[in-house]
């Protein structure tokens, strides 16, 4: 009796441990026919991805899958977006600075250094305070005692032959603290043949030197003056500044704490700044670049004279002497105003000024379409953009929120020159003489 129950009491046990085990196979069904179905379509995946060949020509006999250059250029052909327009090239023929030592420095000290140079003193780079006594303030010990060897760096300006209309360097920057961190010096074993050459080499570089860590942060053939900084009285503070490599290829460095940042790569031939944005020349191509978007425009075969938000200006020629075909894009690209012919474009924010062939000039929407219903006729006198003297000007401009005030060069009808003021209602294109 005890034999039998003990039996049953197996066969029970047995019984459920065989249903348990029936209903988790039945709970793992699912988990693995969702495994199964995961892998398949990984499988199948990589299969179409390696079979398909995106953007390439379905006709072209030579398509066997595998790669190579003129493949690569067919699929993502690069888009000259005034190729129509400006079929060839605008290469400017800048006149560089041999940057070879012979050039820039030499080995016996030339008889032109000043007497009194401000930031050099007894083998030290700094400046005199404020004080009754004028007390020099050491920031930097050479390695090299001697003036000319060693001192204060001068940063440049802008490069004249472009036409982007950037604003000259007027006055020499002298030496400022960038960020109270940073100052620009030069110190080699040669001297400089100019101590106050904005130009230096690898024999003898441009030295950014971190005041506060006493250490060296980059070297530079030059700096450009920056042109994003807040400046007082006693500060300097700016971001960004353009920098050119001993190879002299232009580049965008940041002032970082501690440390100097590329932002944009030594590779190009040119770097201008316009309204806080950037003309990049490459390869005798012009683009614009947002900074803060990273978000390169173009290429255009005709040279970039100025931009907005909203508009990029080309024309042909060279700055201020012989420029001819100004034209007006989109900066999505789009073609607004691509005749030939037209004497001057400018772009603002939201709103364009175009000058035709014969001295009109009219306003223009994002849309690129005209908003007066008849031009303004301009006199002949004067220049439509210079980066020296506002008052040779053939007009000017100030526009605040909608409201064009308009300032033309105009002759009356005595045949006299005289200056006519503008209201202009950007809105519905109502003009008023003031």
Not at 110 to 139: A, H, M, Q, T
Not at 212 to 234: A, H, I, T
Not at 277 to 290: H, K, R
């Amino acid at each position: 009796m005890e034999n039998n129950d003990l039996n049953n009491s197996f066969e029970n046990q047995n019984s459920v441990m065989g249903e348990n085990k029936q209903l988790k196979d039945k709970k793992k069904l699912p988990l693995i026919i969702i495994i199964i179905l995961i892998v398949v379509a990984l499988v199948a995946g990589v299969y179409f991805y390696k079979n398909m060949n995106y953007g390439e020509d379905k006709s072209n006999p030579n398509n066997d899958g595998s790669s190579s250059e003129n493949e690569e250029t067919d699929i993502n052909p690069i888009k000259i977006i005034d190729i129509d327009e400006a079929p060839q090239k605008i290469v400017v023929q800048k006149e560089d600075i041999s940057l070879t030592k012979d050039a820039l420095t030499t080995s016996t000290k030339p008889k032109n250094y000043p007497e009194d140079y401000l930031y050099y003193r007894d083998g030290f780079v700094g400046y005199e305070d404020d004080s009754d006594e004028g007390e020099f303030v050491k920031l930097y010990e050479c390695k090299n005692k001697e003036l000319g060897k060693c001192g204060y760096a001068e940063t440049n300006g802008v490069h004249g032959t472009y036409n982007l209309e950037e604003g000259l360097k007027i006055a020499q920057m002298g030496l400022s603290i960038i960020n109270d961190q940073y100052i620009f010096v030069y110190d080699s074993d040669v001297y400089q043949k100019d101590v106050y050459s904005p130009y230096f080499s690898k024999e003898a570089p441009l030295i950014v030197y971190d005041i506060k860590n006493k250490k060296e942060v980059g070297r530079y053939s030059s700096l450009y003056d920056p042109v994003d900084c807040k400046r007082s009285d006693d500060s300097v503070i700016c971001d960004t500044t353009v920098a050119t490599d001993f190879d002299n290829k232009y580049g965008l460095i940041r002032f970082g704490d501690g440390k100097i940042e590329n932002v944009i790569p030594f590779e190009y031939e040119y770097i201008g700044v316009y309204n806080d944005e950037y003309m990049l020349v490459q390869d005798g191509q012009y683009y614009v670049y947002d900074l803060d978007t990273e978000t390169k425009i173009g290429p255009f075969n005709n040279q970039i004279s100025s931009f907005s938000d909203n508009f990029i200006v080309t024309n042909e020629g060279s700055y201020n002497s012989e420029e001819l075909n100004y034209r007006l894009y989109a900066t999505s690209g789009k073609k607004l105003v691509v005749n030939s012919g037209n004497k001057y474009i400018v772009a603002d924010e939201d709103y364009a000024i175009v000058v035709d062939s014969k001295d009109n000039l009219n306003v223009y929407d994002k849309d690129g379409k005209p908003i007066l219903e008849k031009s303004i006729q301009l006199a002949e006198d004067g220049e439509y953009h210079v980066r020296c003297c506002q008052s040779l000007l053939k007009f000017s401009y100030a526009i605040e929120d909608d409201v064009m005030n308009l300032t033309v060069a105009s002759r009356d009808q005595n045949d006299s020159l005289t200056m006519v003021e503008y209201t202009i209602d950007l809105k519905n294109g109502s003009m008023r003489k003031n």
